[in-house]
């Protein structure tokens, strides 16, 4: 254990002082003086403080320099100090009582001097505090030492500090270690960079606070890796606790941050710093991806590795000159197909040593990895493999292409392109024959560059395959980002999903969410028939394995050749032709989607709202076989752009706005589906049809399902049955007049016209005049009416061969222009429509004035309205009803319209008299008796229709007994648009999924947002808080809070004397403190000791008191041995904190002084 | 051996409370303190100096006393040191005897206590 007074200043916070005097005695009184406030070295003469300066340049924060000295005098010390840069910047005073060396020493550099006899203690204290702070505050500027993030040593200085520490601890044992983050990207990726910098900081903080107790010194190396240099014969195991300090709960928690830890322990002095270090960090990725070890320490083992890697680079020249290394071929099949086919090969490289015998590339590769060795064997395998496909193709007459990897480090290689290009221009070979596959973790690692270099290669004709996803830091982002051709899933991966605990999720959703992008999908080291029809099953494209054939000599992969060659002879397979590689769709995600809607649609469109991704199925009149049409990038984008093409005119601007991203996704923010009916054009016709937006999973809101289904028969069914036409015409008129000023009706062969105009209400069209030749009678009044600038236009558009070919084309035509209305240009809008029926002879020519519709909001106003006059309809038709209930509310008959096969085992009457009290008896039959009362209460007459008056609406839910289980279904009813028709709808849905997902989900939940030990909140509900005011302060809408962080004492002390059931038992009792304290604040726990409250309103106000509270509770805690509890508070600065973690950092710091002070106490 | 109290050195002749100020009221530390001068090699560094005639190490031996009894502020001895610390920074031939015995006297006074 180092002593005190050697520890390094800058670990525990003091400053260095080095205290060069010859007298003990004077020493010793500095030493009382400055010991509580600095650490200090001493020298007793000249000689001994000019080496201890030199030694300690990089630490030292003053010199107290006696004038007066043996062996070397103080003002030759002096000199040669100030002379030297390396340690000219160290501030020195000097200690005299001759007046005039004062002068003398000042002018040759001293900062400052005190005189002998000493001042008062205080004296001398505040003169080194003030000296020390000017020359520190002169250094900051030039100061490059630390890490800005954590405020640790970069790793230049502490390599450099670390050899200095040995010179002055020549026998002392000592330990390197480093300390890494497990997927740490992850991290970055899932929580973003503003949580990533926190963890950093936490666990500097927490490393730094652990040097404090045992000596050492720390640095980040880079990103998330740590390096401790420090005394041997730690305890590890506390170490890496100790680091862990505030990275989240006990608890097996997914999200929880784990470190690891690898020890180069005693190090053999000898070596370079750096050699040790690496050492360390060898330890430590040696528990790399281990669930059970977290630390590793360099053994023998390693030594043996160590010395057996050098001995491989050191053969490495001879090898490649030798041809030592030999190509392997691993086949690829496309198992699509029934009978699998071959489809390309990976091309492996394999090291015959002649003294070591076969060495496996897992060896060798990582380590040609690390020290660029591997750009020269991947070029030998390129040109070996090259060389391979081109005697194949003159032998065989057709090519199978081989996959080549492509190393992290060739990515960076400037000529990468030439030399790729040169290996195919020498053998003859394309892009198409000679894949490429990039690993994963060069994407990860620099992005920018990487993707840049990609898609140069892609540019060309490459095919990138990324190689070993599921991995490292696979996130599925990945795949929609980055510019791949195809997805190779890691060989440990599909080992993992079919592992004991056979777990193919993970895999199901990487198939599908590759499907969904066309990327095709390649599954590596499948041992099994099983494993490879599994694959095949859930959409994998192509797999490659011991189950297939392991790598093998060129000779040996022929017979595939061979074999190819003959199927191909027989039945060629268009798709495993290498061009199109990206190959046509196929299933999939389909079930699910199809699931996700269960009544019938033409066309489903499947969106990721977080990067507008799509896939359009169609089922082209076939509803249970939905083929991918095409997918895009933009969902939005090409929905709005089509719009224009497929829409009815009159509904293209409700059909537009509401497929607004945000008008949509804003609709669809509860649990319920969005439904719009409108219609499209079909050949020329207006068909209804009704669009259904849902979200495609209850565990995720970023995927959303939209399914279009053609109703139009249906409107007609129901339009043509017991009630009148009136319904379909005077609807549709009212919708068509809705905002029209005046219709023309006008005979295309005659040229004769009806004018029609609205009344005042627009309820009515009234037959204005008549005229004899439409075409030539707007000719002359062009001038007249339409404002200058739009005449021409109006003038081409209103030629009578012009617009009728264009009807032709497109059904409708429409004209926005401005007609001049007592001399002011307002702005009108004309439709113009083929008039119904077979013979088109009358065109329908509609004019209306939107000028008071140019505002937005108005706009909007409008929509909501149409909105609402197709609710009633769009609602019955599209909520997966079983039954459709239409009731006549004068006499109370009704009509039963459809109803799914399974509702008609109830024998409901099919039509009747009496609908409600018949309903009411029969439920009692159908009805599970628990919701009988409920449904008895509610379903009356008088209910159902003072609701519908009240709000439209009317919904009741219950359970029907179906097959002998208790189905959650949804009633609702709706009155009829014109409210003087006295009939509603009733419609009544199987929502049990729904509902059982729901309360699955919404348990799901609880549990996910309630910390299982305490019953308070979770870390996952905390940093869904977190998000939530994340989101309002972005807004400017976040009200006053501040955070309270509260941290339990000794809980690893309980912990370790007794036991974890006591530690848990402590962690319960202090929670309820803490949720005494905070009664009505929402409290968290965020780690294993940690709680946090979020505290608003009344408590926000009094804040600081419940703060005392605390305290006061603390100090008779302290009284009676109880539960100290540390709090920190901080409080929102509206403007200046961006998130809340920056509220809840301070906090956190407050916390932990307040933490010392106690422990102080 | 009877331990030197405080109300001793003041009895002396030292400035007890500027001496303990020095260091930082703590009683026992200035008392240690006071007890390393007794034992200072310093004295007979400067003994063996006069008797040398090597004024040069006289005058360095005498100036280290020096700071050390002004920083203890050991008074009766301070005064002699501090004047022949003056004439041997002069460099002043002279019988510095009578001097030094002043000082070796004050000095078994005060190992005495």
């Known amino acids: ?1161 | 051996m009877e331990t030197m109290t405080l109300d001793d050195l003041r009895a002396y002749g030292a400035n007890v409370d500027e001496g303990l100020g020095r260091c930082m009221g703590n009683e026992e530390f200035y008392l240690r303190l006071v007890g390393m001068v007794k034992e200072d090699a310093g004295f007979a560094a400067l003994e063996q100096a006069i008797a040398a005639n090597d004024l040069k190490a006289g005058f360095e031996a005498a100036h280290a006393l020096k700071g050390v009894l002004a920083n203890l502020a050991i008074t009766p001895i301070l005064e002699p040191v501090m004047e022949i610390t003056e004439l041997l920074r002069a460099g002043t031939e002279m019988d510095y005897s009578e001097l030094l015995a002043k000082i070796l006297e004050e000095k078994e006074k005060l190992c005495a206590l």
């Open chain 1, 1 to 1161: 254990m180092l002593k005190s007074h050697e520890r390094f200043h800058s670990e525990n916070g003091k400053r260095l002082i080095l205290v060069a005097d010859d007298e003990a005695i004077n020493r010793e009184i500095l030493r009382s003086i400055l010991q509580d406030d600095y650490e200090l070295i001493f020298a007793e003469n000249g000689q001994v403080t000019l080496d201890k300066i030199r030694e300690n340049k990089h630490t030292l924060a003053l010199v107290l320099l006696d004038l007066m000295m043996p062996v070397m005098n103080g003002m030759d010390v002096l000199r040669q100090v100030k002379a030297d840069p390396e340690t000219q910047q160290i501030p020195v005073i000097v200690i005299t009582s001759d007046q005039t060396s004062e002068v003398e020493s000042l002018n040759i550099g001293a900062i400052d001097f005190i005189p002998k006899p000493y001042p008062q203690a205080g004296v001398i204290l505040a003169r080194i505090r003030r000296t020390i702070e000017l020359s520190e505050d002169r250094q900051i500027i030039n100061s490059t030492e630390r890490d800005t993030l954590t405020g640790l040593y970069n790793r230049e200085y502490f390599y450099r500090y670390a050899e200095q520490f040995d010179q002055h601890h020549r026998n002392l044992d000592m330990d390197a270690i480093v300390l890494d983050v497990n997927h740490f990207h992850m991290i970055n990726e899932r929580f973003g960079n503003a949580y990533g910098d926190t963890v950093l900081r936490r666990i500097g903080e927490a490393v730094r606070e652990m040097v404090l107790d045992t000596g050492g010194i720390v640095c980040r190396r880079e990103a998330d890796t740590f390096m401790v240099y420090c005394p041997h014969g730690k305890d590890y195991n506390a170490i890496l606790e100790h680091a862990s300090i505030g990275l989240g709960g006990d608890d097996a928690d997914e999200n929880r941050i784990r470190l690891r830890m690898g020890v180069y322990a005693n190090v053999d002095k000898s070596l370079e710093i750096e050699r040790r270090f690496d050492r360390a960090k060898m330890a430590c990725d040696m528990v790399q991806g281990s669930f059970t070890r977290r630390i590793g320490i360099y053994d023998d083992t390693l030594r043996e590795k160590e010395l057996y890697a050098e001995q491989l680079i050191e053969d490495f020249p001879t090898a490649i000159r030798e041809h030592q290394f030999q190509v392997y071929y691993q086949p690829k099949f496309d198992v699509q197909p029934d009978i699998p086919v071959l489809a390309s090969a990976e091309a492996l490289v394999r090291w015959q040593h002649p003294e070591l015998g076969m060495i496996s590339p897992g060896v060798f590769i990582p380590l040609f990895e690390d020290n660029g060795l591997i750009q020269a064997l991947d070029n030998y395998v390129w040109s070996t493999a090259a060389a391979q496909i081109r005697e194949w193709k003159e032998r065989f007459d057709f090519v199978v292409p081989v996959s080549v990897n492509v190393s992290r480090i060739d990515m960076y290689d400037p000529h990468l392109i030439d030399t790729l290009q040169g290996v195919l221009k020498e053998n003859g070979l394309t892009t198409h024959e000679f894949l490429l596959e990039i690993t994963e973790s060069a994407y990860t690692m620099d992005s920018e560059q990487i993707i840049e270099t990609v898609n140069d290669l892609r540019a060309i004709g490459f095919q990138i395959e990324m190689d070993d996803f599921g991995t490292g830091y696979s996130s599925l982002n990945m795949i929609s980002t980055l510019p791949i051709d195809a997805l190779k899933l890691d060989m440990q991966f599909i080992r993992n999903a079919f592992s004991q605990r056979k777990d193919t999720k993970m895999l199901e959703v990487i198939i599908d969410i590759a499907d969904y992008l066309s990327v095709p999908v390649i599954a590596e080291g499948v041992e099994t028939e099983e494993q490879m029809l599994a694959l095949r099953a859930m959409g994998c494209d192509f797999v490659q394995g011991y189950y297939f054939s392991r790598p093998v000599p060129p000779d040996e992969y022929e017979k595939f050749m061979v074999e190819r060659k003959e199927q191909l002879a027989t039945m060629p397979l268009e798709r495993t032709s290498t061009s199109n590689y990206i190959a046509e769709r196929k299933e999939g995600s389909m079930g699910k989607i199809a699931h996700a809607l269960s009544s019938g649609f033409e066309v489903v469109y499947y969106i990721d709202t977080e990067n507008n991704y799509y896939v359009k199925f169609s089922s082209e009149g076939c509803y249970e076989d939905l083929q991918i049409e095409r997918s895009g990038g933009d969902f939005f984008e090409d929905y709005l752009h089509s719009v224009p093409l497929t829409v009815y005119p009159d509904d293209q601007e409700r059909v537009a706005l509401s497929m607004q991203k945000e008008t949509l996704l804003s609709q669809l923010a509860g649990s319920h589906p969005f439904v719009m009916t409108y219609r499209l054009v079909i050949d020329g016709e207006p068909m209804y049809y009704t669009l259904k937006a849902v979200r495609a999973y209850t565990h995720d809101n970023h995927h959303i399902v939209i399914g279009l289904s053609n109703v139009n028969e249906q409107l007609k069914a129901l339009d043509s049955g017991e009630h009148p036409n009136e319904l379909h015409f005077s609807s549709l008129a009212q919708a068509l007049s809705h905002d029209v000023e005046s219709i023309y009706y006008i005979d295309i062969n005659s040229d004769t016209y009806m004018e029609f105009k609205t009344d005042g209400a627009y309820r009515r069209l009234e037959l204005e005049t008549t005229g004899t030749n439409f075409f030539e009678e707007c000719k002359k009044n062009i001038k007249e009416v339409i404002f200058e600038d739009d005449r021409n236009r109006v003038a081409m558009a209103l030629d009578k061969e012009s617009l009728l070919e264009t009807l032709r084309e497109r059904y409708v035509y429409t004209l926005v222009y401005r007609l001049l209305i007592d001399g002011e240009p307002l702005y009108y809008n004309m439709k113009v429509v083929w008039a119904e029926g077979p013979k088109r002879d009358h065109i329908i020519i509609g004019v209306s004035n939107i000028d008071a519709q140019i505002t937005e909001e108005e706009k909007a106003e409008a929509i909501r309205q149409a909105t609402v006059t197709y609710a009633s309809i769009a609602h019955a038709l599209a909520m997966d009803y079983f039954s459709i209930y239409y009731i006549d509310t004068d006499n109370d008959s009704f009509i039963e319209y459809s109803s799914a096969p399974q509702y008609k085992k109830l024998n409901i009457e099919t039509n009747g008299d009496d609908f409600f009290n018949l309903s009411r008896e029969n439920i009692k039959r159908v009805v599970h008796p628990d919701d009988i009362p409920m449904f008895l209460e509610a379903f009356t007459k008088e209910k159902v229709m003072s609701s519908l008056e009240r709000d439209e609406t009317f919904t009741l839910t219950y359970r029907l007994i179906l097959d002998g289980e208790p189905t959650y279904v949804h009633m609702k009813a709706t009155r009829m648009e014109n409210r003087a028709d006295h009939h509603i709808v009733i419609g009544v849905s199987n929502v049990n999924t729904q509902i059982r997902r729901e309360q699955e989900h919404a348990r799901a939940m609880r549990k996910a947002n309630h910390d299982s030990l305490t019953g308070v909140k979770s870390l996952h509900a905390y940093s869904e808080t977190e998000q939530r005011i994340n989101q309002s302060i972005a807004s400017d809408e976040q009200q006053p809070f501040a955070v309270a962080v509260c941290d339990i004492n000794d809980l690893k002390r309980v912990n370790e004397t007794l036991g974890n059931r006591a530690g848990d038992q402590y962690i319960k009792d202090a929670c309820v403190v803490v949720c005494n304290v905070f009664k009505h604040s929402p409290v968290y726990r965020v780690g294993g000791d940690e709680f946090v409250a979020i505290l608003q309103g009344n408590d926000y106000v009094a804040r600081e008191s419940l703060m005392t509270l605390l305290e006061d509770n603390n100090r008779m805690s302290r009284q009676i041995g109880g539960i100290l509890i540390a709090g920190g508070l901080a409080t929102y600065e509206a403007g200046a904190d961006e998130s809340l973690a920056a509220v809840y950092d301070r906090a956190n710091t407050a916390m932990y002084w307040n933490k010392q002070r106690m422990k102080g106490l």
